[in-house]
C-alpha cells in the first residue's frame, strides 16, 4: 500500500474535521486529496486539495488533473483510491461514499481549490 504523505502530516481527528465541515458547507462538493506517487516523473501538482462536484466522473477529474500539471498527452497518469484504480465513468461522490473516512481513527492551514461544474 502507498502511504499518503498527507496522512502522515495530518492527524485523524483534524481530517475527519474538516472533512465534516466542508461537506456540511458544500453539500455538492466532494473534498478529495490528490498526491503523486514519490518516484514518479510527472510534473508535481500545485494543490493537493481540490473541491469536485459530486457529479463529476473519475476521468473528468483526471482530465482536470493532466490540464492542471500540463501533462502532455503521451504520457499516463492513474487515478488510486486506497490502492484501487477506480472506473473512469464512476461518480466521484460514488467514489467519496465508498471510501470517505471511517467514523473512528482532518485537516487545517491549506485552501481547497474548487473545480468548476
Not at 493532466?66 to 461522490?93: G, N, Q, Y
Request: some cysteine; charged content about 35%; glycine content about 2%.
Amino acid at each position: 500500500m502507498v502511504r499518503s504523505k498527507f496522512k502522515d502530516e495530518h492527524p485523524f481527528d483534524k481530517r475527519k474535521a474538516e472533512a465534516e465541515r466542508i461537506r456540511q458547507k458544500y453539500s455538492d462538493r466532494i473534498p478529495v486529496i490528490c498526491e503523486k506517487v514519490e518516484k514518479s516523473d510527472i510534473p508535481t501538482i500545485d494543490k493537493k486539495k481540490y473541491l469536485v462536484p459530486a457529479d463529476l466522473t473519475v476521468g473528468q477529474f483526471v482530465y482536470v488533473i493532466r490540464k492542471r500539471i500540463k501533462l502532455s498527452p503521451e504520457k499516463a497518469i492513474f487515478i488510486f483510491v486506497d490502492d484501487i484504480l477506480p472506473p473512469t465513468a464512476a461518480l466521484m461522490s460514488a467514489i467519496y461514499e465508498e471510501h470517505k473516512l471511517p467514523v473512528h481513527p482532518n485537516t487545517f492551514g491549506e485552501e481547497w481549490e474548487e473545480i468548476p461544474q
